[in-house]
């Protein structure tokens, strides 16, 4: 079984910053894509970043500049860095993570901008 445990986040001000990570644990052989999303409140859930198992990554087009995906395969925790941050980015970031190649998800953490 795979665990995902979201840690970070929060609320912060317009313009702020916040950082959130994503660890995985359990029976891991490999870990392969590792992602965020976002699902603002009554609204789905949208892609926010992904990043390959080699290092690539790929941003949604509606946040591209102000955010940073990394990973360190090591502790097999993906990252997301978020600056500049705007009120209508407050929504349920979660991770995804494709283990032994199956898509895990986290429960999801929580950030807020807000004035």
């Known amino acids: 079984q795979v665990r995902l445990v979201e840690s970070g986040g929060g609320l912060v001000q317009p313009g702020g910053s916040l950082n959130v990570s994503c660890a995985a644990s359990g029976s891991i052989f490999s870990i392969y894509n590792m992602g965020w999303y976002r699902q603002a409140l009554g609204k789905q859930r949208e892609l926010v970043a992904i990043?390959?198992?080699?290092?690539?990554?790929n941003y949604a087009d509606a946040v591209k500049g102000g955010l940073n995906i990394s990973r360190d395969n090591a502790k097999k925790t993906v990252f997301l860095q978020m600056k500049s941050l705007k009120p209508e980015e407050t929504a349920v970031y979660s991770c995804?993570?494709?283990?032994?190649?199956?898509?895990?998800w986290g429960r999801g953490t929580q950030d807020a901008v807000s004035s």
């Open positions: 990043i390959t198992s080699d290092g690539s990554t």
């Open positions: 995804s993570v494709e283990v032994n190649d199956s898509w895990n």
